[in-house]
């Protein structure tokens, strides 16, 4: 089974700190993705990468950073943590896509900046 | 721009009935697909249903069906004989453009689904 792994279920971070979300994937994907989520507004794309060192701005960049130096490794950065940064954040990962991919998630992580 | 909308912020449903959850989307590309995921408290996405736009039937996986009416942008979901383990969110998504073979998905805003014993 394919896996995505986020290596924090739950974080608390101060308000000014800089945040390292790390996420693993144990298929050899060449996509990996991080959505946030929040309730009532879905899940929305942050940043993608479709090859190692490539990325791609997603629908809400701002405030955020991403970084893949290994295909199976990819990590969302917040430089300054602020509290409209709270929210779950998903990773994914996936094939690269002709037509139809899907997905594959992780677990998620709970983050709260106060 | 794609846009996916999901008018129903909650639902209960009495164990063994059929439920139906809405979607509706917009966007002007010819080629689409549409996805459908659940997520169930442990927080993992999982992949259900897929519907691309030019597939002549609508799409089905075990208890679960598409009904896609391309003309009126809709793509409900039909769980049959629900079961308590349905109980979860559910999400509907629509594949955007294909950049460098990542395809990025825009989702609505879930339904949360509560099936009653």
């Known amino acids: 089974d394919v896996k995505v792994t986020q290596s924090s279920r739950y974080l608390v971070k101060r308000t000014g700190e800089k945040v390292f979300l790390e996420c693993v994937q144990d298929m050899d994907h060449e996509n990996m993705f991080w959505y946030r989520q929040d309730p009532g507004l879905g899940l929305r794309l942050i940043y993608f990468?479709?090859?190692?060192?490539?990325?791609e701005k997603g629908d809400i960049p701002e405030g955020y950073s991403v970084s893949r130096e290994k295909k199976e490794r990819f990590s969302l950065i917040l430089e300054s943590a602020s509290t409209n940064q709270t929210s779950m954040y998903l990773c994914?990962?996936?094939?690269?896509?002709?037509?139809?991919?899907?997905?594959?998630f992780g677990s998620g992580t709970q983050l709260s900046v106060l | 721009a794609q846009k996916i909308t999901q008018t129903q912020p909650g639902m209960f449903v009495q164990e063994k009935e059929a439920v139906t959850l809405d979607c509706t989307y917009d966007t002007s590309d010819p080629s689409y697909g549409l996805f459908w995921y659940k997520q169930p408290s442990s927080g993992e996405m999982i992949f259900l249903i897929y519907?691309?736009?030019?597939?002549?039937q609508n799409a089905t996986e075990g208890r679960y069906s598409l009904n896609f009416q391309k003309a009126r942008k809709s793509a409900n979901l039909v769980i049959s004989a629900s079961q308590l383990g349905d109980s979860a969110m559910y999400f509907c998504a629509m594949r955007g453009p294909i950049i460098q073979g990542a395809q990025k998905l825009v989702f609505g805003q879930g339904t949360r689904l509560t099936i009653n014993p």
């Open positions: 994914a990962s996936s094939y690269r896509a002709v037509t139809n991919e899907k997905l594959f």
């Open positions: 519907q691309g736009s030019y597939d002549q």
């Open positions: 990468s479709y090859d190692v060192k490539m990325k």
